[in-house]
């Protein structure tokens, strides 16, 4: 028996792990009295694999049998893998005894849709329902929204899962429709826009009645499958910004393509995944979520891609210097935001630091800016007097002569002979 | 001047009470009494710990503060470093001397330096939050064996509390000698005679039975998770310090 369950728990993990999300954050579920578990407003990761991404939640599907034959997928139809699939009860003790152990942070459950959407949805509501109710679990449950299943069993599910999601896979509809021609991104987009409206409805609730149940309180996510098919940068995060606004997502995950068949459609096997162009997009994501960036700044017609070789913030400021340099002391903390080598911390410390006095070099490196980027883009209390302007062309000579980015084979700046 | 002073967080307030009695006219050095070396130059005062002093420094800090504040210098005092001490007595006084709102000043090398040592004992708790693997003894009872870098214990305690309410757990710093238990009710603090081999590998007949199974399936599903075509060594001991590896149960 015990046997059994490894064997299961390898096939079934293995099938889970392109699963990009495992973020345990945005939920303050309490525990109850006698219960097991709380949430934790910013997460926790319990450890993270060798290749450095985290590890909050236990992340296996309930069973990898699939009706699909979607191309980039492992657990495709056609695919001649191992099959297995976990029973309710198995879930519920490998889950309970992890989070005993302090293993993990919570559940993600996922699955293969087998024989249709609302069997598989039914059979993952009664795995949650089984910990919330009976096992008294209040830990964090990351759910799998199943494309096509009843509004009625979305609903249920959202009562005991703290994050639903449900994956875009293609950043667009031609790339969906070549690889999977089953499915269309309208798939995606009505029970997205269902549970965010049940979210909004549930809140109005609870502000008039205090016992309204918590209603999906970590919100939602989706995932994109990059450079499985021929999409610009400008296209996926044109899609990215398009769902953060029209359905309030928490996050969107991009998962650079690893080659998994020999499908004439798709990068062949052993090309390595494209790590760096993911990294790139992860830094506009996150320059649109927290910098005030609008996408249309960072890419667009003009620039399709992004920069390789520096990342998108600098990027924008070498296309920009006509906003440059701006004064640590005088300007509004979205300009300042915006400086390269400055983050969030720092220029939230500047702002608040500025208020007693002026601030000065020695300062801004001990608060922590990287300042040998910065001081391109800065004046301060002390900057040097520099009667030349440099270009833009040349800060960035300045700036790659010093830095060691490990995606760098040969190092940009030329050696000298003497 | 040389200010000694007991080690304990009160004897430290207590110092900040005794200086805004004498203020004394150069620069106040504070030294805990176990590192003081005296000195020819320089006279010393050894602070007499008195907690209604202390108390009533505490409390005026908690007005100006406010409860972020006092957590920031409690961290501070756990971190335990001896350059901290100072950082903190500087803190306080530069706190009473100026008008509300001075704690936000970053450009103040003592309200740099303790939000910056805060942050690094916060990130320590945060560190033990994740990385503790609770190991089923045959009693039913969850232990777990530790030795941060920080004396962070006290900073756990409210967060394990909440989680593991309904079982029985014990937290034990080997550097510090003391740990916490939870008996579903309170959490106390306990002290263990034997304290060998206590981090990990505790006996196998100690442990329950299903014990072993899980952290197998712990470790087979550690391994699974793993996608080969991405791996970046660097990237994973940056995440997780190979000091902190003797805990996890996926790395022994």
């Known amino acids: 028996m015990a046997e059994r369950l490894r064997e299961k728990l390898n096939i079934l993990a293995d099938a889970a792990k392109y699963d990009v999300s495992c973020s345990s954050s945005g939920s303050d579920r309490k525990n109850t009295k006698g219960g097991l578990g709380n949430g934790h407003q910013s997460g926790i990761c319990h450890t993270y694999t060798e290749d450095g991404r985290c590890v909050s939640l236990l992340k296996i599907l309930l069973t990898n049998h699939c009706i699909f034959d979607c191309a980039y997928c492992v657990s495709r139809r056609s695919n001649d893998i191992e099959r297995a699939a976990f029973t309710v009860d198995e879930v519920v003790e490998l889950t309970m005894n992890f989070y005993r152990r302090n293993y993990i942070e919570g559940l993600f459950l996922s699955s293969g849709i087998f024989k249709n959407a609302d069997f598989t949805m039914e059979r993952l509501l009664r795995v949650v329902k089984k910990l919330r109710l009976e096992e008294n679990y209040n830990g964090y449950i ?179 210097m006509q906003n440059f340099p701006v004064d640590i002391n005088t300007a509004d903390y979205q300009m300042i935001l915006r400086v390269p080598g400055i983050g969030v911390g720092s220029a939230q410390k500047i702002v608040q630091a500025r208020k007693f006095g002026k601030l000065y070099i020695h300062q801004l490196k001990k608060i922590g800016i990287a300042y040998n980027r910065a001081k391109h883009f800065i004046s301060c209390a002390d900057s040097p007097y520099q009667l030349k302007d440099y270009q833009s062309h040349q800060i960035k000579d300045f700036i790659l002569a010093e830095s060691q980015s490990k995606y760098l084979k040969t190092p940009p700046n030329q050696l000298l002979l003497f | 001047m040389i200010y000694i002073f007991d080690n304990s967080l009160e004897g430290l307030l207590t110092a900040v009470f005794e200086w805004f009695e004498r203020k004394p006219p150069s620069k106040v050095a504070i030294v805990p009494k176990n590192n003081y070396q005296p000195n020819a130059f320089t006279k010393s005062f050894e602070v007499l710990t008195d907690s209604a002093k202390a108390n009533r420094v505490w409390k005026g800090l908690a ?147 299903q014990e072993n199974l899980y952290a197998n399936l712990w470790k087979d599903y550690f391994n699974r998770t793993n996608i080969v075509a991405r791996k970046n060594t660097k990237l994973h001991t940056q995440q997780v310090p190979k000091r902190y590896w003797k805990y996890l149960t996926e790395k022994l």
Not at chain 2, 69 to 94: A, M, N, T
């Open chain 1, 142 to 320: 990351h759910l799998k929204t199943i494309p096509g299943a009843s509004d009625e069993l979305i609903t249920a599910a959202g009562l005991y899962a703290d994050r639903m999601s449900i994956n875009l896979e293609m950043p667009t509809e031609t790339g969906l429709k070549l690889l999977a021609p089953e499915k269309s991104h309208q798939d995606v987009i009505k029970p997205l826009a269902f549970v965010k409206n049940q979210i909004i409805q549930f809140k109005e609730e609870k502000k008039l009645i205090k016992s309204v149940p918590k209603f999906v309180p970590a919100g939602q996510s989706t995932q994109m499958v990059v450079g499985a098919t021929a999409e610009t940068d400008k296209e996926i995060m044109y899609t990215a910004a398009n769902f953060y606004k029209n359905f309030s997502l928490k996050r969107v995950y991009y998962s650079g393509y690893i080659p998994i068949s020999n499908d004439s459609r798709m990068p062949i096997l052993g090309t390595q995944p494209p790590l760096l162009r993911e990294n790139r997009l992860y830094q506009t994501d996150w320059l649109m979520r927290f910098y005030g960036f609008d996408v249309r700044e960072l890419l667009n017609d003009g620039n399709p891609h992004l920069d390789t070789d520096i990342d998108p913030k600098l990027s924008w400021a070498l296309r920009n």
């Open chain 2, 63 to 209: 007005q100006r503060l406010g409860r972020p504040g006092i957590r920031k210098i409690y961290c501070c005092y756990l971190s335990e470093r001896l350059e901290v001490y100072q950082d903190i007595f500087d803190f306080c006084i530069y706190i009473f001397q100026h008008q509300a709102g001075t704690e936000k000043n970053y450009g103040n090398a003592p309200v740099l330096s303790l939000t910056q040592t805060a942050r690094k004992v916060e990130r320590e708790k945060h560190r033990m939050e994740a990385f503790i693997r609770f190991q089923k003894t045959a009693d039913g009872m969850f232990y777990c064996g530790i030795d941060p870098d920080f004396n962070v214990i006290p900073l756990l305690i409210n967060h394990f509390k909440n989680r593991y309410a309904n079982q029985q757990w014990v937290i034990y710093d080997i550097k510090r000698h003391y740990g916490i238990f939870y008996n579903l009710q309170t959490v106390a603090e306990i002290k263990l005679d034997n304290t060998i081999n206590l981090l990990k590998k505790t006996n196998q007949h100690l442990l329950d039975e």
